[in-house]
Nanobody
Framework: QVQLAESGGGLVQAGGSLRISCAAS????????VGWFRQVPGYEWEFVAA????????NYGDSVKGRFTISRDNVKNTVDLQMSSLKPEDTAVYSC????????????????????WGLGTQVTVSS
């Protein structure tokens, strides 16, 4: 069992920056690939970013490339998402998700690949 909890969401003006964090508990977390997904009412979960459990592989959704950075600390059991140059269309509930992987550099971009999910944190970007 892996438990995830997001924090750091809030209100920010367009063009600003915000860092959100995913804190995990559970022995298997350090061997999990972790992804960030976001959702707005009426839409499916959208892939934002993912990182392998060894931190060597990363991938980003097209809409956030060049603006968001994912990182992890396997000592603290945390995964952060640094968001910069925020736009109103970035407004959403952001959730982190994890899945155990045997290969250290493996990552997934599909939400269906992840079986552990946090409850999410709201990020609102004002114009």
């Amino acid at each position: 069992q892996v438990q995830l909890a997001e924090s750091g969401g809030g209100l920010v003006q367009a063009g600003g920056s915000l860092r959100i964090s995913c804190a995990a508990s559970g022995r298997a977390f350090s061997k999990c690939a972790v992804g960030w997904f976001r959702q707005v009412p009426g839409y499916e979960w959208e892939f934002v970013a993912a990182i392998s459990w060894d931190g060597t592989s990363m991938n980003y959704g097209d809409s956030v490339k060049g603006r968001f950075t994912i990182s992890r600390d396997n000592v603290k059991n945390t995964v952060d998402l640094q968001m910069s140059s925020l736009k109103p269309e970035d407004t959403a509930v952001y959730s982190c998700a994890a899945v155990f992987t045997f290969r250290a550099a493996l990552i997934y971009t599909e939400s269906r690949k992840y079986n552990f999910w946090g409850l999410g944190t709201q990020v609102t970007v004002s114009s």
